[in-house]
């Protein structure tokens, strides 16, 4: 039993200590890499070419050595919506776009060519995503990533992009996720100790489930808000007067193998759009099963 | 030398919504050198928070003048030199650590203060160094202990290079172990870098080191002298609602019977010192055996020993549990753990945070359940799956640290009453149950019911979450160090209303850090390390082993700690662990006494 066990599950933004290869990358480097990779991903909408990102990014958790079934728990929470978006593809998408060929048809329900492949893709690059999100954050230290990507929007700083307190913001934000997990969990376990049925409401009358939430929300806030002021009295005590005039202790020296990194991933963005990729069906008739 | 910091006449009011301004601070007047080391003292509510923040410039005087070296708090221009010269750690360690890794977090305060980078690299390694934290400087700040995150603040704080240092009651939330690592790094801090301290505290303990205490009442500074000067005007102390070391109670009731024994007594060392020092020490031979006698009658009575003879109702046998059971990161929490909780005892649970106490009496209520070993409540065996939770819930009432932050109802009763309604008990019944909550730890019910919960103090706030919980009207009653973060009086005012329930046959699981609570109170003591029970028995068996508790980095009462001392000079006979100072007192004067005697026939 573990039902108040919160982070249990969370498992984008935990920090897996293996000491890799891809661990003592530049954060700037596995950041840029990870943006251009997504960026494949969103944009390439064929098999092949998402089959062989797919293929990529498996080699990457491999080098990692972070288990992919840790990596992969990370879906279980968003599976109730996967679940739906795929539903309503499968039933929506071959209605909609009748094109290509028809495998299936019943009443209005049509099954084609186009809504099995923009299902399948989905389901690739969903799962690409959560991987890619989770290696990077659970190859990084907090601090790692939101000194990388101030030092990247350092350059925007002179058309108003406020670096260093975004930077800031984005550190203290994840720095109390730990703190308001436990919290949580601590509210959670006395008003059970209470007799409160928590998580046990009826999904048809949200207006319970609506007040049984309350016991918990209202103490957090209210931990968060006296929190908060506490933090604004300490940072002000370590003269803290906004980003001019600071000084970085953290900073970061980029090596040849980080270049290579982002030069990788440009490749690998590079073969998934222009490589003359043949089609699934062009593959199955070479193989021998034309009219698939 | 001048003064380096000066308060003149200084008044602070404040505004609260909706009622007449507040003067927290009514012409307070202090002048500190530096390398000083200044305790301030006072219940809460005294004024003494709002005067350390002074001290800073985090607040400015209504009236009054605040300087700091050769700067006006009330000029803005020098608020870098102000806050840069006074470093403030405060109450709560989690709400001033700002990066995710703990080297960072030292050098946010040299960063704005605009240090050059090879700077602030040799200040993080000096601060961390002077902490004793060096080891942990890439760790993330939430793996740490209460104790080490207080001392990554002071790291932080001397970072910046301050002259003065104040603490804001920067120990009320640590264990004595924490406790006493901050307290050693601050002392030398002190006396090696000349640091001077400002130490705001309930710890009556802590002022003992200090060239100076400030005892503040109603805004004002209502005492001051040296420690010896200070405590030894024990009524006084009471008048402001303060206590005073258990070492110096026994003095001074030693010495309204035995003329001429000094009062001004501060540590145990001292008061074994004073004994010896008598006019005519006791020995060993006087002490007829016939007092020893006496003695463990007395202290039987005194601990009511015969309550934990009661039945087993909570069997714990061999009980592990881990913490993200399954993931990379799991950790065993406890391994082995062995205890029982018999009708109608008080038991005590002692244990380092961390030692996986909390997650031992979190099997008491199911809110856990065992991963290996067996833990059986009222006959309920919790490995079962189909376990009736809300009932073993409704039974077993567990009170959690700092409890006043499960509240969330606008208006007191409706919070006493979350418990019973969610037992559907019909409204009468909630509302007989309320009164007789919210009665038991005496808020009237008239009187509090429809008072708004967050307007409360703190104090009340803590016996309103209590209500809440005996409000089911539970058989055995889980606390969780109630008395942790509480003035000396909110202290004492929980504790009757908790021991009050124990004369009305609830069972009581109290888990502590204060030994002199745990010593008067408890039947039984289990002693948790690592994870694993290493003793249990009553207070007298496991405080007859100092040694042993020392090993682990506990400690024993003070009285104990005299009164084994004086056992192994051969200066009392064999009288076992003494548990309070009543015992202690009647032993050292027949001593004391015994030894005069024979003096006189001759």
Same mark, same amino acid.
């Given at each position: 039993m573990s039902e108040f066990e919160l982070l249990r599950n969370v498992t984008i933004g935990q920090y897996i200590p293996t000491g890799s290869v891809v661990h003592r990358l530049d954060p700037r480097a596995k950041f840029l890499a990870g943006?251009?990779?997504?960026?494949?991903?969103?944009?390439?909408?064929?098999?092949?070419?998402?089959?062989?990102?797919?293929?990529?990014?498996?080699?990457?958790?491999?080098?990692?050595?972070?288990?992919?079934?840790?990596?992969?728990?990370?879906?279980? #929470?968003? *599976?109730?919506? $996967?679940?739906?978006?795929?539903? &309503?593809?499968?039933?929506?998408?071959? =209605?909609?776009?009748?094109? /290509?060929?028809?495998?299936?048809?019943?009443?209005?329900?049509?099954?084609?060519?186009?809504?099995?492949?923009?299902?399948g893709v989905g389901l690739i690059r969903i799962t690409c995503f959560i991987f890619l999100t989770s290696l990077v954050t659970m190859t990084s230290t907090i601090t790692e990533l939101t000194h990388g990507v101030e030092s990247l929007l350092r350059p925007f700083r002179r058309f108003g992009v406020p670096s260093h307190e975004l930077a800031l913001i984005n550190t203290i934000a994840l720095r109390f996720v730990p703190t308001f997990a436990e919290e949580m969990e601590k509210v959670m376990k006395a008003q059970a100790s209470r007799g409160a049925?928590?998580?046990?409401?009826?999904?048809?009358?949200?207006?319970?489930?609506?007040?049984?939430?309350?016991?918990?929300?209202?103490? #957090?806030? *209210?931990?968060? $808000?006296?929190?908060?002021?506490? &933090?604004?009295?300490?940072?002000?005590? =370590?003269?803290?007067?906004? /980003?001019?005039?600071?000084?970085?202790?953290?900073?970061?020296?980029?090596?040849?193998?980080?270049?290579?990194?982002?030069?990788?991933?440009?490749?690998?963005?590079?073969?998934?759009?222009?490589?003359?990729?043949?089609?699934?069906?062009?593959?199955?008739?070479?193989?021998?099963?034309?009219?698939? | 030398?001048?003064?380096?910091?000066?308060?003149?006449?200084?008044?602070?009011?404040?505004?609260?919504?909706?009622?007449?301004?507040?003067?927290?601070?009514?012409?307070?007047?202090?002048?500190?050198?530096?390398?000083?080391?200044?305790?301030?003292?006072?219940?809460?509510?005294?004024?003494?928070?709002?005067?350390?923040?002074?001290?800073?410039?985090?607040?400015?005087?209504?009236?009054?003048?605040?300087?700091?070296?050769?700067?006006?708090?009330?000029?803005?221009?020098?608020?870098?030199?102000?806050?840069?010269?006074?470093?403030?750690?405060?109450?709560t360690p989690d709400n001033q650590i700002v990066a995710t890794i703990v080297e960072e977090d030292v050098a946010f305060g040299p960063e704005n203060l605009g240090v050059p980078r090879d700077e602030i690299i040799r200040r993080v390694d000096w601060a961390l160094e002077r902490v004793d934290m060096l080891p942990f400087r890439q760790r993330p700040p939430h793996f740490l202990s209460g104790g080490q995150k207080q001392r990554i603040c002071i790291a932080g704080m001397i970072a910046m290079k301050p002259e003065v240092l104040v603490l804001d009651e920067s120990t009320a939330m640590l264990d004595p172990l924490g406790r006493r690592e901050v307290l050693d790094v601050v002392r030398r801090l002190n006396k090696e870098e000349g640091v001077t301290i400002i130490a705001i505290t309930h710890f009556m303990e802590e002022a003992v080191e200090a060239d100076r205490v400030l005892v503040m009442e109603a805004g004002r500074i209502a005492l001051q002298g040296t420690p010896r000067e200070v405590f030894g005007q024990v009524e006084r102390l009471r008048e402001l609602q303060m206590n005073v070391p258990q070492v110096t109670q026994l003095a001074v009731a030693l010495s309204e019977s035995v003329p001429g024994f000094p009062r001004d007594v501060l540590t145990v060392g001292e008061l074994v010192a004073a004994v010896w020092g008598l006019p005519s020490p006791p020995t060993r031979s006087s002490t007829v055996p016939k007092g020893a006698a006496s003695d463990s009658a007395f202290s039987r009575e005194e601990q009511r020993s015969g309550r934990a003879e009661g039945p087993v109702i909570i069997d714990i046998k061999d009980l592990t549990h881990y913490y993200m059971r399954g993931t990379p990161l799991e950790v065993k929490a406890i391994e082995g753990v062995t205890l029982d909780v018999r009708r109608g005892e008080v038991l005590g649970i002692i244990g380092h945070t961390g030692s996986g106490?909390?997650?031992?009496?979190?099997?008491?209520?199911?809110?856990?359940?065992?991963?290996?070993?067996?833990?059986?409540?009222?006959?309920?065996?919790?490995?079962?799956?189909?376990?009736?939770?809300?009932?073993?819930?409704?039974?077993?009432?567990?009170v959690f640290q700092q409890p006043e932050a499960q509240l969330f109802e606008q208006y007191v009763g409706d919070d006493v009453a979350y418990g019973p309604r969610n037992l559907k008990l019909s409204r009468e019944e909630v509302r007989a149950r309320v009164q007789r909550a919210m009665e038991a730890v005496g808020l009237g019910f008239d009187e509090f019911k429809d008072r708004l919960t967050f307007a409360l103090s703190g104090g009340q706030m803590r016996r309103i979450a209590l209500a809440g919980v005996l409000a089911l009207e539970p058989e055995v009653l889980v606390l969780d160090e109630p008395t942790s973060g509480l003035d000396p009086l909110g202290r004492e005012q929980i504790m009757r209303f908790i021991l009050a329930?124990?004369?009305?046959?609830?069972?009581?699981?109290?888990?502590?850090?204060?030994?002199?609570?745990?010593?008067?109170?408890?039947?039984?003591?289990?002693?948790?390390?690592?994870?694993?029970?290493?003793?249990?028995?009553?207070?007298?068996?496991?405080?007859?082993?100092?040694?042993?508790?020392?090993?682990?980095?506990?400690?024993?009462?003070?009285?104990?700690?005299?009164?084994?001392?004086?056992?192994?000079?051969?200066?009392?006979?064999?009288?076992?662990?003494?548990?309070?100072?009543?015992?202690?007192?009647?032993?050292?004067?027949?001593?004391?006494?015994?030894?005069?005697?024979?003096?006189?026939?001759?």
């Open positions: 943006v251009i990779l997504i960026l494949a991903i969103s944009f390439t909408r064929t098999l092949l070419p998402i089959a062989f990102l797919m293929v990529v990014i498996l080699l990457i958790s491999q080098t990692s050595r972070i288990p992919a079934g840790y990596v992969l728990r990370g879906i279980v #929470l968003g *599976l109730p919506v $996967l679940a739906l978006v795929f539903i &309503l593809q499968f039933i929506f998408v071959g =209605r909609a776009e009748p094109a /290509g060929r028809i495998y299936f048809e019943w009443g209005w329900l049509r099954v084609t060519h186009l809504s099995l492949q923009t299902i049925d928590i998580g046990r409401s009826r999904l048809w009358r949200p207006d319970q489930a609506a007040r049984n939430y309350l016991p918990l929300l209202v103490p #957090l806030f *209210l931990t968060a $808000l006296r929190r908060a002021e506490e &933090l604004v009295l300490a940072m002000e005590a =370590r003269c803290y007067m906004g /980003g001019e005039g600071r000084t970085k202790f953290a900073q970061f020296h980029a090596r040849p193998r980080d270049y290579a990194v982002v030069l990788g991933a440009i490749i690998v963005f590079g073969v998934a759009f222009f490589a003359p990729w043949p089609s699934v069906t062009q593959i199955a008739a070479a193989l021998g099963f034309p009219g698939l | 030398m001048p003064p380096i910091l000066r308060l003149e006449n200084v008044t602070h009011k404040y505004q609260p919504e909706n009622s007449s301004p507040v003067e927290a601070l009514h012409g307070v007047s202090l002048a500190v050198e530096p390398g000083d080391y200044v305790v301030i003292l006072g219940h809460n509510g005294s004024g003494k928070s709002t005067l350390a923040k002074h001290l800073n410039a985090l607040l400015l005087p209504t009236t009054g003048e605040v300087w700091v070296k050769q700067w006006n708090t009330k000029n803005a221009a020098h608020l870098r030199n102000i806050r840069s010269s006074v470093g403030m750690v405060f109450q106490k909390s997650t031992v009496i979190q099997h008491f209520n199911g809110l856990l359940r065992p991963h290996a070993g067996a833990v059986t409540v009222f006959g309920q065996d919790m490995r079962a799956a189909d376990v009736n939770v809300r009932d073993i819930r409704r039974r077993v009432g567990l329930l124990r004369d009305q046959g609830v069972t009581l699981v109290i888990v502590s850090h204060n030994m002199e609570e745990l010593a008067r109170y408890c039947d039984r003591l289990g002693v948790i390390s690592e994870g694993r029970t290493v003793m249990i028995g009553s207070p007298a068996e496991v405080f007859g082993q100092p040694e042993k508790l020392r090993e682990l980095g506990l400690g024993v009462p003070a009285v104990t700690d005299v009164m084994n001392q004086l056992q192994h000079a051969g200066g009392v006979g064999e009288v076992g662990a003494v548990l309070t100072i009543q015992h202690a007192l009647k032993i050292l004067i027949e001593a004391i006494g015994a030894s005069k005697a024979p003096r006189v026939e001759r």
